[in-house]
Nanobody, 119 residues
């Protein structure tokens, strides 16, 4: 059974940092990506990384503040620095065969973890 599990969300003040982790079980994936979603809004691409960490992509609003990395073939982290209130959302990791900004390209999803940034 394929499963993705995120950890590391929480509450932080503006300017602070959080680190999210995503662990996959059941199989390996070429790409792990991060998306976020606010209530009533569409899911937005945050970051993605290929299997060996040689290729990364970031959403426009997080470039320069967030960094994604691969621990190994079955896990990835998202280091979030200089967090701002507008970063508040449910963050989910997703896994799939190619690095894409389109959430429809990912077949496997974690349950999501809440990140709340206070002003």
């Amino acid at each position: 059974q394929v499963q993705l599990v995120e950890s590391g969300g929480g509450l932080v003040q503006a300017g602070g940092s959080l680190r999210l982790s995503c662990a996959a079980s059941g199989r390996t994936f070429l790409v792990i990506a991060w998306f976020r979603q606010e209530p009533g809004k569409e899911r937005d691409f945050v970051a993605g990384i290929n299997w060996d960490g040689s290729t990364t992509r970031y959403g426009d609003t997080v470039t320069g503040r967030f960094i994604t990395s691969r621990k190994n073939i079955k896990s990835a982290d998202l280091q979030m620095n200089n967090l701002q209130p507008e970063d508040t959302a449910v963050y989910s990791c997703a896994a799939g065969p190619r690095l894409s900004r389109d959430s429809n390209d990912y077949a496997y999803w974690g349950q999501g973890t809440q990140v709340t940034v206070s002003a």
